[in-house]
């Protein structure tokens, strides 16, 4: 059993002080959620090279929710061959969500409105504070309507273009083909509601695009095409998706780790209500041939649809 969220947390004694004074703490940003992690010992992570710009210092005003989680490195605990996928389950009766995945089992109670606190225990291995922040985000961004999608992403003037689809379906290639654009994520974005409509921020992961580097990993989403290939002398081109299609085409790429009864119907509710606020075509998109000019078409088309709709 972990111990309680609260079990990090004294009354400001100055007893208290002085062993937050011994406590590592750290305050991030991370997948679309602030965290506050505290540790009773310094804890090492991965995030090197590029992969530190998914990792932001301090909270973002942009966040949905709010973590403090406190951490213990377990150097004894067998976690189990549990590979890379990430599962979770809430307990209907306290709605305390355990999250389980390689090198961590985390424990995850609502104290207030889009305000978490976490008991987490994680191997004594680099990866794991990472495997952390991911596991949270993914579960927190669920609770709080939000999804994870298998994506790339690049920003287009200042917008996020999503390209979903399965494994192999040339997101990657399409991120690259995206002339003019940058990349701001390979394989994993988590999508929030936010006022006015809907935020991407780009998680680490997935094999680089080979594009140029987005500035930012959190922008303002746009639009969602699913990727398709177009007969090898046809042009690149892009429809417009809508009711079942645009349903399917973001539910296919979500990704998928409720293991509560019932969280089936709570994936297709966030799908549902988020593609009524995404604009959802599928690019078909041609080896070797650019296709920015027929984004920023398409983005121009989207906006005013979205204005028609408004009115």
Known sequence: MLRSPWSAYEPPTSRARQIARKTWRERVSFGGVAFELLSPEPVAHDLIGADQRFWQQGADPRVIADVVCAVHVDHGHDFGERGNAIAWQTDPANETTRVRARSLEVELSKVGERRYAAAARIAPVPEALVGLLRALAGAVTHREGGLMLHAAAVELDGQAVLFVGPSGAGKSTAARQSDGARCFAFDHVAIVPAEGGLLAWGLPGGTAARA?????????????????????????????????????????????ADLTPGGEDVYLHAVTKLSAQLATGAIHTVLGQAHGGLLRVALRQAAARAGARRR
């Open 212 to 256: 140029p580097l987005a500035s930012s990993v959190v922008y303002p989403v746009a639009a969602a095409f699913r990727v398709r290939k177009a007969p090898d002398l046809a042009a690149p081109r892009v429809q417009w998706l809508s009711g079942v299609e645009a349903l399917f085409a973001v539910r296919e790429s979500v990704e998928c």
